[in-house]
C-alpha cells in the first residue's frame, strides 16, 4: 500500500504494527519541515500511547509547540508532525483540531484504548479515503493504496459514475468503489476496535455554519478597514506558507489571484523569489505573456516554458494512473505540465486556487444572477410547464425547431441549451438550479445504464436557505463541493505526482470565514467579482497589468478531438468499446460524437468526460 504512494512521498517510508491488535500504519515522506529522521513517521509520543501518520503542513505549529513546551512537553525535532502529535497527547483530538491552521490527513492510533481516529483538514486540501469490509478497515492519501490490499474486491458503482456525469468527477463522500468513501472536509472518523463497531463520523468544522454565521453577522456597508483587514490577514497567510526547509516558488497565471499570492510573496521576501508558468501557442489559452508582464513588476525570478500541442497530449495517457477514479477537468493537463516544470526547481509552490470560490470571481454567477431575476417575472406554474414542454419534446424534434429559428437565434439556444434550459425552469431551490447549472449531461441517469444517482449534500434541503440566492448560493455550494472534489483534487494529484507540494493561502480558514462576513458589495460591483481582492491588488500590481476578461486555465479540447486526438477518441468511443464496458448508453454517447466532429454542436466537455472514465476503465476497470 505504501509503495503504491511512493510519487507522494519519494525521501524516506517506514512501517509501525501491533501485531496482537491487528493494527499497521505506512508512511510515505516528502521530507519539507525538519528533514532529519526526528521527521521520520510513523511517529510514536513521548508517552508511547499514541502513534500517528501524517500527510500535510500545519502552518502555525511554532506557536502551537511553545505553548506545548510551557506545559513541560520536551520535543525530539522541529517537524510540526510531532506538535500534532503531542498536541493530540496532551489536550485530546478534539481539542487539538481547532488549534490547527494548516492543510492536513492524519491517522491517530490510541494503543491504550484501541481507537483509531482518521482526520481530514477543514476545506480538504489533503485527500484521505477509507473503507471498512467486515473486520478489515483500510485508509490512504490515494485510491491506488486501497486497491493494493486483497481483502477486498473492487466493484465500480453505477451511482457514482452517473454523478461523475453530472459534474465531471464523483461528489464526496461517494467514490468509484462500492464501500469506499472519501472523508469529507472538516471531518473525522473514529473506529473503536475492541467491539468491531461501525466508524462514527462528526465535523470539526463545517462550511455551512461558518456561511450562515457570516451572513448573520454582516452588515451594510462593510467597514472601510475591510480592504486593510483582508490585506493583513492575506499577507500571513502567505507568510505562514513560505516556511520550509527546501525551495519554494508560486504557480502564477497574471491572473488576479496568482497575482496577489505572488505579490505577497515578493513583499516578503529578501530575495526574488521563483515564479512559474506554461504558455501555449493559441493565443485565446495563452496566458504567459500576462504571467511574464506581473513577474516583471514584481522583480521575481520567472521561468516560463512554451509547450506543443503534443506536450500537452502526451499527459493524456498518464491521467487514469494519477486520478485513481474518472477526473474529467480538462485543466489537469496544463497543471500537471506547471508541475512538472516548478518541481524541477523548488519542492514547494504556492497556488492562487479558492480566490473565485470566495470572492464571487465566476462568470456563471452573474448569469445565474441574470437568469433568476429573469425567471422570478415568471410564476412559477408557467416556468414549470414550460419546462415540461421543453423536456417533452424528443432531441430530434428539438433540434427540427432549432433550425427554424432566425440563425442569430441559432448560435444561442443550441439543442444543449435548451435542454438545459427544461430543466432550469423546473428547479425547485437553488441546489437543483445549481446542479443543473453545473451539469455536463443534462439527464445522468439516463445516461448511465442502471445508475440511478448517488445523492449527497447538495441534495440536502434549505442549505443556501440563509444566503443570498442568485451569487452567495453557488459560491457556497461550490466551496462544498466543486472546490474539494475538483479544484484541489486536480492541484493534489498533478503536484504530488512530480513529488511538489503545493499549499494555498488563498483558503486559509481564516481567510474563509472573512470571506463569509463580507457583504456582497465588497466582492460584487458593476457586475464583476472580486472588488475587495482587486483592491487589496492594487497596492501591489498595476491594474492595467490584472484589468483583463478572465481566461480560465485550459487547453483547446473541441479543436484536439476533431484533430491529433480523434483516432483516439474514435476508438474509445466505438461502439464495440462502449458496449463492452457497459456503463453507458451508446446510441447517445455516439449522437454526441457525431455532433462535436461534423461542427454541429460543441460537445467537447461532454465527451471528455466520457473518454476518461473509458481510459480509467482500460486502466482499473
Known sequence: MTNALTHRGPDDHGLWLDAAKGIVLGHRRLSIVDLSQAGHQ????????????????????????????????????????EVILEACAAWSVERTLPRLNGMFAFALWDRAEGI??????????????WAKFGRLFLFGSELKALRAHRGWAPRVRPEAIAGYMRHGYIPGPHTVYEGVQKLEPGSVLTLNTRDNSEPTLRRFWDLSEVATRGAAARTEPASADSVNELDVLLRDAVRRRM????????????????????????????????????GFEQDRFDEAPHARAVAKHLGTDHTELYVAPQD????????????????????QIPTMLVSRLTRKH??????????DELFAGYS?????????????????????????GLRSLSPALRAWCLKRLPRRLQNVLTEARLAKLSEVLNAKDSGALYRRIVSLW?????????GSEATGRLWEPNLTKALEQAIEAPQFLDTLT???????????????????????????????????RLPMSMKVRDGHGKWILRQVLDRYVPRQLIDRPKMGFGVPLGEWLRGPLRDWAEDLLSESQLSQQGLLRVELVRRAWQEHISGRQERASQLWAVLMLQSWMRVWG
Open 42 to 81: 510513523p511517529m510514536i509520543s513521548a508517552n508511547g500511547r499514541f502513534v500517528i501518520v501524517y500527510n500535510g503542513e500545519v502552518y502555525n505549529h511554532q506557536e502551537t509547540r511553545k505553548e506545548l513546551e510551557s506545559l513541560g512537553v520536551v520535543f525530539r525535532g522541529t517537524s510540526d508532525t
Open 116 to 129: 483509531l481516529t482518521i482526520v481530514r483538514d477543514r476545506l480538504g486540501i489533503k485527500p484521505l479515503y
Open 243 to 278: 516556511v520550509a526547509d527546501v525551495p519554494l516558488g508560486a504557480f502564477l497565471s497574471g491572473g488576479v489571484d496568482s497575482s496577489t499570492v505572488a505579490a505577497m510573496m515578493q513583499a516578503q521576501s529578501a530575495v526574488p523569489i521563483k515564479t512559474f508558468t506554461i
Open 312 to 331: 500537452a497530449l502526451n499527459v493524456i495517457p498518464e491521467l487514469p494512473h494519477l486520478y485513481d477514479e474518472p477526473f474529467a477537468d480538462s485543466s
Open 346 to 355: 523548488v519542492t514547494v509552490a504556492l497556488s492562487g486556487d479558492g480566490g
Open 364 to 388: 456563471r454567477y452573474f448569469w445565474n444572477q441574470r437568469l433568476q431575476r429573469s425567471l422570478g417575472r415568471v410564476p412559477r406554474p408557467v416556468r414549470s410547464a414550460a419546462g415540461f
Open 442 to 450: 443534462p439527464d445522468p441517469k439516463a445516461l448511465v445504464l442502471g
Open 482 to 516: 466543486y472546490l474539494p472534489d475538483d479544484i484541489l483534487t486536480k492541484v493534489d494529484r498533478a503536484s504530488m505526482a512530480v513529488a511538489l507540494e503545493a499549499r494555498v493561502p488563498l483558503i486559509d480558514y481564516r481567510v474563509v470565514e472573512f470571506a463569509w
